[in-house]
């Protein structure tokens, strides 16, 4: 029987803080529009953290029935297939069970939505949803997995950044402009920088196996040149938001003192290969999470 702390280790908590920073940085900018309701908020957590799982489980079985976990090179964790912790049919359901929920809490929030916007906007809202389950399905899974093939990186910046912060920031406010696009598109790019952390860390196994991440491409020492380039264009979105919506008072731009902790990332990884690379997943993840936590308050205080 399949323990809880073996669910828990598949689920990759440490991954679902950029999950729950979408929610909080397209929620708090409606709320700097006087803009807000709980029900969107909580369901739409629900709906995140859903669709990162989802994610995360079936990464685990796309890679596992590639090979791409039993090549002995692997230096990531082991995964939960990978380990024998849980069985293919387990993984299976499991996948069903969050392509469930994440179905039921969009529903709802298309359902809470309708009253305000058109029918042509309520169907956009649940074709977006969909591509969101089928990104996070189809990352590894199939033939032709993008995660294989390169295009993980702009579709995790996709469907981890713009899309869930302006689709949260409208389900608020049933309003499309300019102003959640630049924050949303800063921390699309903390998503993609935490998956190149991980592709870095991952390229010598992920190059035997056939998996063409934009690391494998690159190679690591042009992949943290191009790291290097995320981390500054992140920071010069937040930063360009300020200047053009919130520039006074002064207080509003103190949420840019977290990126040091991601600068400090790139000076660290530089000398850094292999599993070496591993703790500055989660300190990019919390690091994203800390600063929309800081964003948030500086621009409704």
């Avoid at 976990?69 to 049919?89: E, F, H, N, Y």
């Avoid at 996948?95 to 939505?113: D, P």
């Avoid at 058109?118 to 997995?145: D, N, Q, R, S, W």
């Avoid at 992920?206 to 690159?218: C, E, F, P, R, Y």
Wanted: with cysteine; net charge positive; aromatic share 12%.
């Amino acid at each position: 029987m399949v323990s809880a702390k073996d669910w828990i280790s598949a689920f990759r908590l440490r991954t679902l803080f950029l999950a729950v920073s979408t929610v909080i940085l397209g929620s708090g900018l409606a709320l700097r529009e006087g803009e807000q309701d709980i029900f969107v908020t909580v369901f739409a957590l629900i709906l995140a953290v859903a669709i990162q799982i989802l994610a995360n489980l079936a990464n685990d079985l796309g890679d596992y029935q590639k090979g791409t976990d039993v090549t002995g090179k692997r230096v990531g964790p082991t995964r939960a297939l990978q380990g024998g912790s849980i069985c293919v049919r387990d993984m299976r359901f499991a996948i069903a069970f969050f392509i469930f929920i994440s179905v039921l809490s969009g529903g709802l929030l298309v359902y809470k939505a309708a009253p305000f916007v058109t029918p042509y906007e309520a169907t956009i809202l649940m074709v977006v949803g969909l591509l969101c389950i089928f990104a996070a399905l189809f990352y590894t899974i199939g033939k032709h997995a993008y995660g294989y093939n390169g295009w993980g990186d702009l579709l995790a910046f996709i469907f981890f950044g713009p899309i869930p912060v302006i689709g949260t920031y409208y389900l608020h406010t049933h309003t499309l402009d300019a102003l959640p696009l630049l924050p949303a598109v800063g921390l699309g790019i903390i998503s993609t920088m935490i998956l190149n952390v991980n592709n870095m860390r991952d390229i010598d196994n992920d190059n035997s196996s056939g998996k063409k991440t934009i690391a494998v491409k690159l190679g690591l020492k042009k992949a943290k040149f191009y790291h290097s380039i995320l981390t500054f264009s992140s920071f010069f979105c937040f930063l360009a938001y300020n200047n053009i919506f919130d520039s006074l008072p002064w207080y509003r731009h103190i949420y840019l003192l977290l990126y040091l902790i991601l600068f400090k990332v790139l000076r660290d990884i530089k000398q850094k290969k292999g599993h070496e690379l591993d703790p500055y997943l989660k300190v990019t993840a919390l690091s994203g999470l800390l600063i929309t936590i800081a964003f948030v308050i500086c621009i409704n205080i």
